[in-house]
């Protein structure tokens, strides 16, 4: 049983540019929720899929995307990056409420 | 809103010494709680949990009860080891649609040899 991947696990971006991050859920888990961690803090919960639907979502703005796709996979997506988006990324797959999370993905927007 | 709220770090042990870090929460209802460890340049790990009033979890030789009359969930250790060093997370699972995680910010554990 494969657990969950994240990719990449490191990015630097620009402010102002775009990015996606990518999720692999663990084996048959249908939902997948995404975590933003900024240093020094807890995370923080951005939104959730369920069967490809979003079903939740925290306080972040609307430029704070996502899909998830029918292998249950999932991409978060930000535009218009801010200096304030530099953070670790965590995504967690979840099948009746127990969570597998990634080991995240460390963007840096510079 | 819910809410977690943990002892602030960091918190710096000798081995063998014996570990607490506190934790309560704020919720309506009664949440599922949760101890989340995290070393250095990983994810989170699911450490141990508790579904109800009075329940233990434990792993590891970590141990938290679930205390209702003082909305705590304490996370201790009987004797630590160098490895244990970590940021430890406590959370809640709120209700509702998406059972969303609320985290505490982490604790810092540093053990010493």
């Known amino acids: 049983e494969t657990g969950v991947t994240q990719s990449p696990t490191h990015l630097i971006k620009t402010r102002g540019q775009q990015v996606t991050l990518r999720c692999s859920s663990q084996?048959?888990?249908?939902?997948v929720s995404w975590y933003q961690q900024a240093l020094g803090q807890g995370p923080q919960f951005i939104f959730q899929?369920?069967?490809?639907?979003?079903?939740g979502r925290g306080n972040f703005p609307p430029r704070f995307s996502g899909l998830q796709f029918p292998n249950y996979s999932s991409e978060l997506n930000v535009n218009a990056l801010e200096l304030d988006d530099s953070a670790l990324y965590l995504c967690?797959?979840?099948?009746?409420?127990?969570?597998?999370f990634g080991s995240g993905t460390r963007l840096t927007v510079v | 809103g819910d809410s977690v709220t943990q002892m602030e770090g960091p918190v710096t042990l000798s081995e063998e010494a014996f570990l607490t870090i506190n934790c309560t929460y704020t919720?309506?209802?009664?949440?599922?709680l949760f101890w989340y460890v995290q070393y250095p340049g990983e994810g989170l790990q699911l450490l141990l949990k508790?579904?109800?009033?009075?329940d233990k979890g434990s792993n590891k030789g970590f141990e938290a009860t679930y205390r209702k009359e003082t909305t705590s969930f304490h996370l201790e250790k009987g004797s630590v080891q160098v490895s244990d060093s970590a940021v430890y997370f406590c959370?809640?699972?709120?209700?509702?649609?998406?059972?969303?995680?609320?985290f505490g910010t982490g604790t810092l554990l540093a053990v010493q040899p």
């Open positions: 967690a797959s979840s099948l009746d409420y127990g969570y597998t």
């Open positions: 084996s048959g888990h249908n939902t």
């Open positions: 899929y369920y069967r490809e639907e979003e079903n």
């Open positions: 919720a309506t209802g009664y949440p599922s």
């Open positions: 508790a579904t109800k009033a009075d």
């Open positions: 959370a809640l699972r709120e209700g509702g649609a998406t059972n969303k995680l609320i």
